[in-house]
């Protein structure tokens, strides 16, 4: 199918719960100021964890949770960060005065976790009628579905830190192949938890920069040792182009291109010559319409790892050759920590607030380039830049490349 | 482009009824009961559940030791029948661009292995009370430093994609009984649409271990009789729940005319898919009419429009759920509704959740090709609200058959339908 002929796919609503603000407005506050999120653990004793920072979400207001006891129960602590920035989208979109069959969703998430440590302990892992419900990565999907109402096809999409991104792709699909006119679509996660500690911590991913929080993460800076767990949520409200039009819907930006690729290689190395994150963006660059040089920032996946920094580079050199030096290219996770599985749809946002503003966010704590990191990574300071089109990279364990690019619509 | 037609060239499975589907499916057109006790079933001291425990099994045949070290027990299903699909397919290395071919697969998340977890947990709870400082200090360490890895909810999706080199579009969809009937689906769409040459798709799942028997367990959706030959009854007036089962499901999916051009052999045709969602009520999500109905009418959309001439029916053997799809099907085909035969594997083989939509499908293109309906057994007891037909008995009934439809639904009521065709000469 040519680009001429298929549905185009615009954002209308978002939503955001992040460690650096949990409203769209404070998040970019902090973001154009280069403020970050990461501290000391406070949420629970990490003490005597190997890693004791992360980045907590810490301004959201109760009250902007859900109010049914039962809803509640459902929902565990990343999961309400889900509900909260669904109901920002959805607000902010205005959708919720249509009909909803046609309105779908598409969520990034994973199974419920943060009690199961101490149930384990007590030796009674699951308990109540609802057991099966809220330890399934699908609940928030479920529970949203029922509450807006929203009968089109329902995804829950559970590739590591790349969830949200194929998500949010997935989502798009969905409406230009006319399954939908609307989807509700992001991803929501909260590692602050022992046992996400535990895992990212024995896999030697984690930064453990203790006495320093607030320079732990550094992507693309030469002394970068891994990354910050973070916490939050991103939703997007996405709508064909004329449906959105036609009831007078503000429009952030088009979706233009997804694509989602294997590395093929290992299980959490990326390949030094990344091919798949190069796949991924040269594909989605192609589905979008568009050439390289189009592309006026990329949000990268930038997690602060050795081995990610340096192959996504790598992986950019390779798709925009000499192009790449003058493509602005940032990490929000220098501020936010990453998100895991709410980080795509978070980093799809900023691309969008990016394109909005004409303002590159930074990536902080870039004191000591890296021979092998050489790009224009916005170093500390945000500075006004245009920007047309935005890319945004997610990549996860297990070798999965997700790709979304968005772009300017014109009145 | 032109909407490309996609047909299924190889087909893999882990079942109760071993790794041949051919068998797999003549143990069901001859009614088998595959459900038993089980008394080893890690972490329960020896209690027995009913299941339908997947056979001729042996992770070994399928999967080098190192690799297996990494996978969460169900994890090696997925893998082994994705690989045995691929095998079937006859698939020379080089016959699809690397960057062409892709893996969808349905699995339910993170699929922690808590006896890795056990000993860490143990040491920080010697006080007597579970202490974090202590787990952190003296338990953390002796978790297996893999953990993470080998619960990954995109495991499978890993390990094929590195044994086949597929680096193509993918996704891991996380919902649990409806993730492999989706995985199907959005692969299927994938290759109709162009972005792929072939696909890997499918789902697996065991709801045979500890968590899953403690939850349904607290759940009451397991039906509480221990008779293994009346358990499972999936339409029935006494049924009262299901019975777990495990296993999985893959293809190899490819558009008609390549499959055609390297003299493949056709197993059948994906002609539509479809998925809605809409939970019964908000405290109570799950399976309803209005689900069963919205995806089934969307895959037969997407398919021309014609109605299927039986449905694989998602039978969860639930009071609820029977009903509903039992209602669904009624609204959607009306009075032709009796005349569409429903039958219910879950009868014979067990929820096998995210390996239902692989599996069911599976049986789907062998009743196709040898134009014969499975039974539903233990259907004795007829329901007023459920009043179709589900070819009860233990008998196969010969039917014509051109094109057949499959649906599933998971705990939370998000539904999918796919609709499959015969292999034409």
Redesign the interface.
């Known amino acids: 199918m040519t680009a001429s002929n298929r549905r185009r796919v615009v954002v209308t609503g978002i939503g955001v719960v992040t460690p650096v603000g949990s409203t769209i407005e404070r998040m970019w506050d902090s973001l154009v100021a280069g403020r970050g999120g990461v501290d000391h653990i406070k949420r629970i004793d990490a003490s005597t964890f190997p890693t004791t920072i992360g980045a907590e979400v810490k301004d959201l207001e109760s009250s902007r949770l859900p109010t049914d006891p039962a809803i509640l129960e459902l929902l565990d602590r990343k999961n309400q960060f889900g509900w909260v920035a669904a109901a920002d989208a959805l607000a902010d979109s205005g959708l919720l005065q249509l009909k909803p069959e046609r309105v779908g969703l598409s969520i990034g998430t994973e199974s419920r976790r943060p009690d199961f440590l101490n149930r384990l302990a007590a030796n009674r892992v699951y308990v109540g009628e609802t057991a099966h419900l809220r330890y399934s990565p699908f609940v928030i999907g479920c529970a949203l579905s029922s509450q807006y109402g929203f009968n089109g096809p329902l995804f829950t999409i559970s590739t590591a830190c790349t969830s949200g991104t194929q998500a949010l792709g997935v989502a798009y699909q969905t409406i230009q192949w006319n399954k939908a006119d609307a989807m509700l679509a992001g991803g929501c996660d909260s590692l602050i938890d022992p046992l996400m500690l535990t895992g990212f911590s024995l896999l030697g991913a984690l930064s453990t920069r203790n006495d320093d929080p607030a320079h732990a993460s550094r992507p693309f800076d030469l002394h970068r040792d891994g990354f910050v767990l973070g916490e939050g949520a991103g939703m997007l409200v996405l709508e064909e182009l004329e449906h959105a039009r036609r009831r007078g819907a503000k429009i952030y930006g088009e979706v233009m291109g997804y694509a989602s690729s294997s590395n093929a290689y290992r299980l959490t190395d990326s390949p030094p010559d990344g091919q798949g994150a190069y796949l991924s963006m040269t594909n989605a660059i192609a589905d979008a319409g568009l050439a390289p040089k189009d592309i006026h920032y990329i949000n990268a996946h930038g997690t602060s790892t050795h081995q990610n920094d340096k192959s996504e580079t790598a992986a950019i050199k390779r798709c925009f050759g000499d192009y790449a030096y003058d493509l602005p290219t940032s990490s929000t996770k220098s501020m936010m920590g990453h998100l895991v599985n709410g980080g795509g749809a978070v980093e799809l946002i900023v691309c969008l607030l990016t394109i909005k503003h004409n303002l590159l966010t930074p990536t902080i704590n870039y004191e000591t380039p890296d021979p092998e990191c050489d790009l224009d990574y916005v170093p500390n300071h945000a500075r006004p830049h245009r920007v047309d089109h935005a890319l945004s990279n997610s990549f996860g364990f297990g070798g999965i490349n997700a790709t979304v690019v968005v772009g300017r619509v014109n009145a | 482009?032109t909407p490309r037609r996609v047909v299924i060239t190889g087909i893999g499975l882990v079942s109760t009824f071993g790794g041949d589907p051919e068998q797999f499916f003549q143990a069901l057109a001859r009614g088998t009961n595959a459900i038993r006790p089980i008394d080893s079933i890690e972490g329960l001291g020896g209690r027995a559940v009913l299941g339908a425990p997947a056979t001729g099994f042996n992770p070994r045949d399928h999967v080098d030791g190192k690799s297996l070290r990494?996978m969460a027990p169900a994890v090696a299903f997925g893998v082994a029948a994705a690989q045995m699909a691929m095998a079937d397919a006859g698939l020379a290395a080089d016959a699809i661009d690397?960057?062409r071919l892709?893996?969808f697969v349905g699995?339910?998340?993170?699929s922690?292995d808590?006896q890795d977890?056990?000993g860490?947990?143990?040491r920080?709870?010697e006080s007597g009370?579970?202490h974090?400082?202590?787990?952190?200090?003296v338990g953390?360490p002796l978790?297996?430093?893999?953990?993470?890895?080998k619960g990954?909810?995109?495991?499978v999706?890993?390990f094929i994609?590195?044994k086949?080199?597929?680096?193509?579009?993918?996704?891991?969809?996380?919902?649990?009984g409806v993730g492999g009937t989706?995985a199907v689906g959005?692969a299927f769409?994938a290759v109709q649409?162009?972005y792929l040459d072939g696909a890997l798709a499918g789902g697996y799942d065991s709801s045979l271990d500890i968590?899953r028997a403690?939850?349904?367990?607290?759940?009451?959706?397991l039906s509480a009789s221990m008779d293994p030959n009346a358990a499972s009854r999936p339409f029935d007036a006494r049924r009262d729940g299901f019975v777990p089962g495990e296993g999985a499901g893959f293809f190899v999916l490819e558009p008609l005319d390549k499959a055609r051009a390297r003299g493949a052999n056709i197993y059948g045709e994906i002609k539509g898919y479809?998925?809605?969602?809409?939970?019964y009520?908000?405290?109570h999500?799950g399976p309803s009419a209005?689900?069963f109905a919205?995806a089934l009418a969307?895959a037969i959309d997407d398919a021309g429009g014609r109605a299927p001439e039986a449905v694989f029916a998602h039978g969860l053997a639930t009071r609820v759920s029977d009903a509903e799809e039992t209602r669904a099907l009624k609204h959607l085909f009306g009075a032709k509704a009796s005349g569409i035969p429903v039958p219910a594997l879950k009868s014979m083989i067990g929820n096998t959740f995210a390996g239902s939509g692989g599996l069911e499908t599976a049986a789907a293109l062998f009743a196709l090709k040898h134009q014969l309906l499975p039974p539903t057994i233990n259907r004795t007891t007829p329901d007023p609200a459920c009043d179709l037909d589900y070819v009860a008995g233990v008998e196969a009934r010969p039917a014509a058959l051109d094109t057949v439809a499959v649906n599933n639904v998971?705990?939370?009521?998000?539904h999918?339908a796919l609709v499959v065709g015969r292999a034409e000469p």
Not at chain 2, 132 to 137: D, V
Not at chain 2, 143 to 149: G, T
Not at chain 2, 410 to 414: R, S, V
Request: net charge negative.
């Open positions: 482009m990494l690397p960057v892709g893996a699995s339910r998340g993170h922690s808590r977890l056990v860490a947990v143990q920080a709870t009370e579970f974090l400082t202590t787990y952190g200090a953390l978790v297996h430093p893999m953990w993470l890895l990954l909810a995109n495991n999706l890993y994609s590195l086949f080199n597929a680096q193509g579009m993918n996704n891991n969809i996380s919902l649990s989706m959005e769409h649409r162009g968590d403690e939850m349904f367990g607290e759940s009451h959706l479809g998925a809605a969602t809409a939970p009520s908000p405290t999500l209005k689900g919205g969307a998971n705990l939370g009521g998000a999918a």
